[in-house]
């Protein structure tokens, strides 16, 4: 919905040609070849407000994935996302709230808790500055919303509630059902944040067995009992393993790391 997003050329034209908003994204849904539009329709006497103000964020839940490449104090930041998506950040607040919301990924950070927290750690770094809350929040509200607007939810999510999924791992895991269905029968899998996530051979073992019933010595056995029949393969320096213990040790520590990643991928709901 942002015609800035186009290069300043294009933007004087659709500012030209566009005798309202409507028509407006309708070209916009033509240069970008948008095939899905989703709109909404709004009764007649009801006013539309399509103005983004910075404390408007107060009720939002917000998340990124960016994450800093270097740290240097007092020079500009540069933070980058999985997909690739980089900026340059020189704001010390800006930066400390990126850079916990990176620490956060993919669990979402209420606005008023991101500012409290990025405050709390220009602070710390002796970069006090003369900003009251309110200018705080205006310079923090702005900067997320000009990341959206430049990459929509690639490097920032706003949301309005809290996504169920859990970053901890309990003492009896549980993957949604949904996706315990998915490892099933294939290698991709849908998250609590409805995105497609691929499964390696021994996430497809894991997945369908976290069903909040097996605890991690069950989880453990189960995998191993999934060697001996053949569907999986554990292999030590290229070669399969043969003795139990050996492979059990193998089992517990990459059960360890997939089920931390299971969580970080937001697979986990109990």
């Known amino acids: 919905m942002a015609p800035g997003n186009f290069p300043p050329e294009v933007e004087n034209v659709l500012q030209m040609v566009s005798p309202d908003h409507v028509h407006m994204e309708q070209y916009m849904d033509f240069l970008r070849n948008r095939m899905f539009r989703q709109t909404l ?23 990124s994935p960016a994450r800093s490449t270097a740290t240097v104090p007092n020079e500009p930041e540069r933070f980058e996302t999985p ?24 669990n979402p ?65 549980v993957a949604s059902p949904f996706a315990r269905l998915q490892a099933a029968s294939g290698n991709t899998v849908t998250n609590m944040l409805h995105r497609s996530v691929g499964l390696d051979p021994f996430g497809r073992q894991v997945v369908p067995r976290l ?28 070669m399969p393993v043969q003795d139990v213990q050996v492979l059990k040790a193998a089992l517990d520590e990459n059960l ?9 991928l937001a697979l986990l709901i109990g």
């Open 211 to 238: 069903d909040g019933q097996h605890d991690r010595n069950a989880l453990l056995m189960g995998l191993v009992e999934a060697v001996e029949a053949g569907e999986l393969t554990a292999e030590h320096e290229g």
């Open 83 to 106: 997909d690739g998506i980089a900026l340059t950040i020189n704001d010390p607040l800006c930066k400390a709230a990126l850079s916990f919301l990176g620490e956060q990924w993919p």
């Open 109 to 173: 950070v209420a606005f008023s808790t991101l500012k409290a927290t990025a405050r709390s750690r220009v602070n710390a770094q002796g970069a006090h500055d003369r900003r009251t809350a309110t200018e705080d929040t205006e310079a923090l509200g702005q900067f997320l919303l000009a990341c959206y607007a430049s990459a929509s939810n690639k490097l920032i999510e706003f949301r309005v509630h809290r996504p169920p999924f859990v970053p901890e791992i309990s003492e009896r895991p």
């Open 41 to 63: 329709l709004c009764h007649r006497e009801v006013s539309r407000n399509a103005s983004l103000r910075p404390e408007q964020l107060a009720s939002f839940f917000l998340a």
């Open 256 to 264: 360890d790391q997939k089920l931390q990643e299971l969580a970080r």
